[in-house]
């Protein structure tokens, strides 16, 4: 399969750095252990920490005391996945199926191209149903639920990190995962990954002034069933990049009269429309901006409820948001460094 050149890796060099899980930008820490690699929250450090363990490893400081203790705390709360029985074939070895992808003829995938990026300039949303077709649509589908049946899957997290458990639930009650291309047992996503990759990357020229030229992870979400939902927020309310909010949903028989779990936009693009009503129907693809004109939440879901989304960048926004950062940070530093007492106040009089 072709890569298509985009990734989610944005940066790894001191002067910008980005959380390794998600692609964030603020509200940052180091890894206690290497002190080489970021992360926006503790939650997203457990989530990655399986990934970066060997890497935390080889990138270990000379003398520091704390990086074993952190090692073994981060190996009890990482959740240790199921093994999974594979499929043998009669001499034993394991089974793996391969891709295999009729290659869309280039005017049929233009077409679609274009129908997106209109809609997304004429409604600031669009939906494309049978995306990839029931096939691969059920091999996604079962990866995800191995991700969920292995334990994969941690309590999404909202910024206000400071409420109790029980009303962050109440605000925001899904499990995620994040994954990328060539994460293990997880090929379909990875193939769903590419394929928007390469309807973003040709998207380039049709939105207005807007080059795509990067994105997060995808994050795998599960809404249990339990009457769990997402309250109305915005995706990207303080300009951090994200500008296309791709959404993949793996529900099969989904009927909202039963089930819930709508995802309902109050689109300001369209004042004579005061909202879009979207089922999270099986091999249904969702678009939309994902700044302040698209408000949405997702209507408290009664069953369980997939849903693998990712999130893409403009390049400019994107810049301007990592040089605000490095600004804030840097007037930051400075506040800390006056606040310090000097060395010279704190040295004993030779008189």
């Not at 990138?59 to 704390?66: A, L, Y």
């Not at 791709?246 to 369209?270: A, F, M």
Request: with cysteine; proline share 5%; aromatic share 8%.
């Amino acid at each position: 399969m072709a890569d298509c050149g985009l990734r989610a890796e944005w940066c790894r060099g001191e002067k910008c750095p980005a959380c390794e899980l998600c692609g964030a930008i603020e509200k940052l820490s180091l890894c206690g252990a290497c002190r080489q690699t970021w992360y926006c929250c503790r939650e997203h450090q457990k989530s990655h920490w399986r990934q970066h363990k060997k890497e935390c490893k080889s990138n270990k400081r000379p003398g520091c005391e704390t990086s074993q203790s952190q090692r073994r705390a981060l190996d009890s709360e990482s959740p240790t996945p199921k093994r999974q029985s594979p499929k043998q074939g009669k001499s034993g070895k394991v089974k793996k199926e391969p891709i295999t992808e009729k290659t869309p003829e280039k005017k049929e995938e233009t077409k679609l191209v274009d129908y997106v990026t209109k809609c997304l300039q004429d409604y600031g949303m669009c939906v494309v149903d049978n995306f990839l077709g029931p096939e691969k649509g059920n091999r996604i589908l079962q990866e995800v639920v191995d991700l969920s049946e292995a334990g994969q899957f941690q309590d999404g997290q909202i910024s206000s990190a400071t409420l109790p458990h029980t009303q962050m639930q109440k605000v925001r009650g899904d499990k995620i995962t994040w994954v990328e291309k060539g994460t293990a047992d997880c090929d379909y996503i990875g193939y769903l990954i590419e394929r928007l990759d390469r309807l973003m990357k040709a998207s380039n020229g049709k939105l207005a002034s807007r080059e795509i030229n990067g994105r997060t992870k995808a994050m795998v979400a599960c809404y249990p069933g339990d009457g769990t939902g997402y309250m109305q927020h915005v995706d990207n309310p303080n300009q951090d990049g994200r500008c296309i909010t791709c959404i993949y949903y793996l529900n099969k028989d989904w009927d909202v009269s039963k089930h819930g779990g709508l995802l309902r936009i109050h689109p300001s693009q369209l004042p004579s429309i005061a909202v879009a009503d979207i089922e999270p129907k099986f091999d249904r693809l969702l678009f939309f901006w994902s700044d302040r004109r698209n408000p949405h939440e997702v209507q408290p879901a009664f069953r369980r409820r997939f849903a693998i989304t990712v999130w893409y960048f403009d390049a400019e926004e994107r810049r301007q948001a990592r040089k605000r950062h490095e600004i804030i940070g840097a007037i930051a530093k400075a506040k800390k460094q006056a606040m310090a007492p000097s060395s010279s106040a704190t040295r004993p009089s030779d008189d």
